[in-house]
């Protein structure tokens, strides 16, 4: 699968985003879906994803009531909407997608096979 990440751009703090990530090849359904991202000097972080199948989600502390992981399957897409956003949010953000990894893994960027290019969030104050 190739994955195509959007939506990246400047807000201000208490501002919101949307970031999309287009899936291209099998069925996105069959993907555990995933966004991550990497502040600079930081290493790469798990955001938020969803398990294949129950469509359960998962957060990071650090944005839980405030980020929402969401699918459209017709669409191929897997979206982040993400409100609230504080100038630690500052990251390049990537979407992630694997097939077989199981449901310890799901927080492991290791885990995933297939990562988008990434897409840029400034958050100023």
């Known amino acids: 699968v190739q994955l195509q990440a959007s939506g990246g751009g400047s807000v201000q703090a208490g501002g919101s985003l949307r970031l999309s990530c287009a899936a291209s090849?099998?069925?996105?359904?069959?993907?555990?879906k995933a966004w991550f991202r990497q502040a600079p000097g930081k290493e790469r972080e798990f955001v938020a994803a969803?398990?294949?199948?129950?469509?359960?989600?998962y957060y990071a502390d650090s944005v839980k009531d405030r980020f929402t992981i969401s699918r459209d399957s017709g669409k191929n897409t897997v979206y982040l909407q993400m409100n609230s956003l504080k100038v630690e949010d500052t990251a390049v953000y990537y979407c992630?997608?694997?097939?077989?990894?199981?449901?310890?893994?799901?927080?492991?960027?290791?885990?995933?096979?297939?990562w988008g290019q990434g897409t840029l969030v400034t958050v100023s104050s």
């Open positions: 090849g099998r069925a996105f359904s069959l993907y555990n």
């Open positions: 969803i398990r294949r199948g129950s469509g359960h989600l």
């Open positions: 992630a997608a694997d097939e077989t990894l199981i449901l310890s893994q799901i927080r492991v960027g290791s885990a995933y096979d297939y």
